[in-house]
């Protein structure tokens, strides 16, 4: 009886809180402490010490949060549920590693025979390294000829051999057969077996066997142990941060009153502090003019000098153009006007952040933190003083997304044609900003239609769709006038029609030439684009030694050479990645993978800064166009250096892991509400930065245009674990403290 009322005393959550701490503890400790290739005693003291203390863990957050997850509604909880589970099986599955131990081989001759013997051609360990035989210690009674060993008679004695692995890995050994061979007997970490090398014809026999955990236990249930510890530790992981964001916005919760700095106050200090940090930025580090970024200076030096726009490239459309002219209008050769319009951008990004922070959670704290984040996001403090469209890109962007939430809470007119020119404006800016176009029209339409649904559904009368739709079409149609003039421009200027003809170099560069530099070998040989650019290559191209794979871009001109049009060259080019990628499709996504694991980690761009007095200038400072700049503030110039190393060590050890949090939390705001907020900003995100990444090469500036939409994920997600924090540990209303 007492038994019984101890056990029904248990409640499911105490059950789960010792099953979690079992599966944790396991997880922590074979990753962290090395656990399976620990002796027995220290396994036992680990387990002792760690489960209890999870456990214990685990119990005090379920006692803290279980009460709150029941009034998490059962469709919420299948919503989430359904999805997590096939990502943490997923990412379990990519990151599981056995354990690695000690294994201990063993080979002995049975030679019944003086004249019989034993030939071992290879020992083959985990993972594929081939065992030098003439380092083998401690063999007696064997004959090293040629790289083999050759058992001497009944003197030989038996090979031992340890060595590091994982377990559930294959060893390979290769023997040789003979009608005068005998019987050879193999030990694998505890576990025998025999193998008759005697056969009527010589030949090679190869004999696999796994390599197994301590004392003979097979491996197959250790790994099943291991994956499913990780699975269990991983999913309670992933089920505590969605719930650190749900039960705040599950439960009605009546939010303080909100007694930050008002919106004057802290846009004040965030724009002083932004224009403080700028102006040092500007007066120590010089224009960076690269090679690259002379096609986004092009159009307005072609503008000055001939009064049209015929100058700008056929890869780039006119944004650049017209942000740079004015400029150079104003300033001519002298740098200071490009590099005043780039941090005039930079800034004003720091209010736009804030109106976004704000128009997403309502709360001035957060709207100060977005505006935080623009301020010290350093890739825009580092491309304000280089010759590209990044700093124009992100400026627009974040505006783009703010009429975007402002269009979708009212759907105006005057609000319609502010989203659709500004869209319009980021594709003449870059081209790949073309699919911001329908991500506009598709979520407009959606709220439409969503507002319809609902009213019914309330009883309330829906509003209007045919006038709204009408709307909408025509403000669409007059955004993409722009574009549409810039496409005819391209084809009586340059023969084709649309934003860029670089599309298909882009892609060569993106596939081919990443791919290949990468070690990597997509090329389809049999692929007649591929033959006639290596055949133009061969016979015109750069004798440089230091291009060991050339790019779209040094490949484009041997084409012209060996006869081929632009748009010919360019077809080619296109046709190559294409029939490369559909050939290889296991390889492309190897490239793909590599693309984005590369080119999410942030690095920065060349940190220059003026030549002080007698030192010489700084290659890169804008020396093909502009005059050389000099130093106005010598003295400030140590302090930007100092910054510089701090900057260094934020790119290699902090930038790195909050750019991986951030998407984590991208991830989890699937869940938020309003959808209406949190699903255009995940769109676009993801768009500003894999779409440049799939078409062309993995690069961390490609990823510039969505940190700062990133980082504001991981700024909501932790003012969610205040709230969670406040919720969980306050005490029952009637309780004394």
Not at 15 to 41: C, E, I, K, R
Not at 228 to 246: I, N, R, T
Not at 630 to 647: C, G, S, T
């Amino acid at each position: 009886m007492v038994v019984r009322d101890i056990l029904k005393g248990f409640k499911k959550r105490y059950w789960m809180s010792m099953g979690g701490g079992v599966f944790v503890t396991l997880s922590l400790a074979h990753h962290w402490m090395d656990f399976w290739s620990l002796p027995l005693q220290a396994q036992l003291l680990q387990v002792v010490i760690g489960v209890p203390l999870v456990g214990w863990l685990l119990t005090t957050l379920f006692r803290r949060v279980w009460i709150h997850t029941q009034r998490i509604g059962a469709r919420r909880w299948w919503f989430f549920l359904t999805p997590a589970l096939a990502v943490v099986t997923f990412f379990a599955w990519r990151s599981f590693s056995p354990p690695v131990i000690w294994h201990s081989l063993e080979i002995t001759p049975f030679t019944e025979i003086s004249s019989s013997e034993v030939v071992l051609l290879e020992i083959k360990i985990p993972p594929g390294r081939i065992v030098d035989l003439e380092k083998l210690e401690d063999v007696k009674g064997w004959e090293l000829q040629d790289g083999v060993f050759r058992s001497a008679g009944k003197s030989a004695m038996p090979i031992r051999h340890s060595f590091l692995g994982p377990i559930g890995a294959q060893v390979n050994l290769i023997f040789l057969t003979s009608p005068d061979s005998s019987r050879v007997g193999i030990e694998l970490d505890g576990r025998k077996s025999t193998l008759d090398l005697r056969q009527p014809v010589s030949d090679q026999l190869q004999f696999q066997l796994p390599t197994n955990y301590k004392q003979g236990i097979p491996a197959t249930p250790i790994l099943i142990l291991v994956f499913f510890s990780d699975f269990v530790a991983l999913w309670m992981l992933v089920v505590f941060l969605w719930m650190v964001q749900e039960i705040p916005q599950s439960e009605r919760i009546e939010e303080r009153r909100d007694g930050f700095l008002t919106h004057r106050a802290g846009l004040m200090i965030l724009l002083s502090v932004s224009i403080a940090l700028h102006a040092l930025n500007f007066v120590t580090m010089p224009l960076i003019l690269a090679s690259d970024g002379w096609s986004y200076l092009q159009g307005a030096v072609h503008w000055l000098e001939y009064g049209n726009l015929d100058g700008v490239p056929p890869g780039r459309g006119p944004g650049t153009t017209l942000l740079f002219a004015p400029a150079l209008l104003i300033f001519g050769d002298n740098p200071l006007g490009v590099k005043i319009v780039l941090h005039l951008l930079a800034i004003a990004c720091v209010p736009i952040a804030y109106l976004l922070g704000w128009q997403l959670e309502g709360r001035r704290g957060f709207a100060f933190g977005a505006g935080l984040i623009a301020l010290l996001t350093p890739d825009l403090m580092f491309y304000s003083n280089a010759v590209y469209s990044d700093v124009p890109n992100v400026f627009f962007g974040l505006l783009f997304l703010v009429l975007l939430f402002s269009t979708l809470q009212s759907l105006t007119r005057m609000r319609l044609l502010s989203l659709f020119f500004t869209a319009s404006f980021l594709v003449l800016l870059r081209p790949d900003n073309l699919s911001l176009y329908p991500i506009a029209v598709a979520f407009v339409l959606w709220k439409l239609f969503w507002n319809r649904n609902n009213g019914h559904a309330r009883g309330v009368p829906p509003p209007a769709v045919r006038p709204v739709i009408l709307n909408l079409a025509f403000c669409a149609i007059l955004g993409l006038l722009p574009i549409l003039g810039w496409s005819l421009h391209n084809l009586n200027r340059h023969g084709f029609f649309g934003m860029s003809n670089y599309l298909d170099e882009v892609l060569y560069t993106g596939w081919i030439y990443y791919g290949e530099a990468s070690k990597v070998a997509i090329s389809d040989a049999d692929s007649s684009a591929v033959q006639a650019i290596s055949k133009a290559y061969q016979s015109y191209g750069s004798n440089d030694d230091s291009i060991v794979v050339p790019t779209g871009y040094e490949v484009f001109p041997t084409l012209i050479q060996a006869g081929y049009t632009e748009a010919e060259a360019m077809e080619l080019l296109g046709q190559a990645a294409r029939d490369s990628i559909f050939k290889n499709p296991s390889l492309a996504l190897q490239i793909l993978i590599l693309k984005f694991s590369r080119s999410l980690i942030p690095e920065p761009i060349a940190m220059n800064t003026l030549p002080l007095p007698n030192e010489p200038a700084a290659h890169g400072g804008g020396q093909t166009y502009f005059r050389e700049e000099k130093a106005a503030m010598p003295q400030w110039i140590l302090v930007q250096q100092e910054i510089f190393d701090l900057v260094q060590d934020w790119y290699r050890y902090v930038y790195p892991e909050l750019i991986w949090f951030s998407f984590f939390a991208m991830t989890l705001a699937i869940y938020r509400k309003p959808i209406f907020l949190w699903y255009p900003m995940i769109v676009l995100t993801l768009v500003r930065i894999f779409f440049p990444l799939i078409l062309a090469l993995g690069n961390w500036r490609y990823v510039i245009s969505g940190v700062i939409f990133l980082l504001i994920f991981l700024l909501a997600w932790g003012q969610s674990l205040i709230r969670f924090l406040r919720l969980t540990t306050a005490k029952p209303a009637g309780v004394k403290s």
